[in-house]
């Protein structure tokens, strides 16, 4: 395991540390919702030797790191591994996250969870996972809400469960102050496919709540979002009006949908696009105006020199 302990708690931001700030200002602060571009990383996969996340400076260019998963049954993966470090350790790795300007947020629910379709209580799970992020002292939270048979179901149940399970984080975790993201796959926003309206139903709902989506641009057929035109303006028929574009065509912030991608062919059943390919579709993004970010699945299969790449044209570190 990776020595947390000889870390100085550091913060880049002089704002946080100002002498007239109370501790409970200066955490706030310290958390406060980031602007775009987000570059986001998870990270659920076993790393042989390592408990929870990894040295800063592997994962450099990144802004957000997302452990995944909290369950409605618990946390599992490396959302369990950072609830094994000691609340010193916690902090210590906070601390130079923070200096390198990295967020640590918990990703909830994922592909083995399905709350709607279990009879999860939206309000006592956004409670009890709201409580994770505190008890934890994590910056925010992330939506991963995979329960595909309640949304194909069409009768709007899954739309509201999600409406009601982020009204009540937003609660317990007050916007500006805690990140709050969702993860869609990118077809929950084709107009008129699910008969509850899937995500631009929540967006209509509660898109203000929700800070940004880090949108899943993959793992929904073999020749999909596999283009920068098929990613950013044409979608195919399978799953129309769903790329980033057109999604902001639809009413979503367009600052708001981050382009999501696996690291590697081997971290989804498709979608992937070399990282030197997705920098060029970042690059005609950015000149459209364009500035979300993008996100990849998973650590360690990606790491700084991954996001290096997909930086480089648009958003040069």
């Not at 706030?28 to 800063?56: C, E, M, N, Q, W």
């Not at 946390?75 to 950072?82: G, L, N, T, Y």
């Not at 083995?112 to 002292?137: C, I, K, L, Q, R």
């Not at 989506?213 to 793992?219: H, K, P, S, W």
Request: with cysteine; net charge negative.
């Amino acid at each position: 395991m990776f020595n947390h302990g000889g870390l100085v708690p550091t913060n880049s931001s002089a704002a946080v540390n100002h002498p007239a700030l109370d501790i409970t200002a200066r955490e706030i602060l310290a958390r406060a919702t980031p602007a775009p571009p987000h570059f986001v990383i998870y990270s659920d996969k076993f790393v042989s030797g390592l408990t929870g996340p990894p040295d800063a400076s592997l994962v450099t260019g990144y802004n957000v790191f997302a452990l995944a998963f909290l369950l409605t049954e618990g946390p599992f993966d490396k959302a369990e591994e950072w609830t094994q470090l000691t609340a010193a350790q916690r902090s210590a790795v906070k601390a130079q996250y923070a200096a390198a300007g990295i967020k640590i947020v918990v990703s909830v629910f994922g592909s083995t969870d399905a709350p709607t379709s279990s009879g999860a209580d939206p309000v006592a799970t956004a409670n009890t996972m709201a409580a994770f992020v505190t008890e934890f002292s994590l910056d925010g939270i992330d939506v991963d809400y995979e329960d595909f048979n309640a949304i194909n179901a069409g009768d709007g149940k899954a739309e509201a469960w999600l409406t009601t399970f982020t009204q009540q984080l937003r609660t317990q975790l007050p916007q500006g102050e805690f990140i709050l993201t969702h993860a869609p796959v990118a077809p929950w926003f084709s107009p008129g496919k699910f008969g509850g309206g899937a995500y631009l139903t929540v967006n209509q709902n509660v898109g203000s709540l929700i800070d940004w989506y880090n949108v899943q641009f993959y793992n929904q057929g073999t020749t999909e979002y596999t283009t920068c035109s098929g990613l950013l303006t044409a979608s195919s028929s399978t799953w129309p009006q769903s790329a980033v574009f057109q999604i902001a065509a639809s009413g979503v912030s367009l600052n708001k949908i981050v382009i999501g991608k696996p690291a590697t062919t081997g971290d989804a059943s498709n979608g992937f696009i070399d990282p030197s390919t997705l920098a060029g579709c970042l690059a005609q993004a950015k000149a459209q105006g364009w500035s979300a970010g993008a996100m990849v699945w998973e650590y360690p299969d990606a790491g700084a020199s991954w996001i290096q790449t997909v930086r480089s044209q648009a958003f040069p570190e």
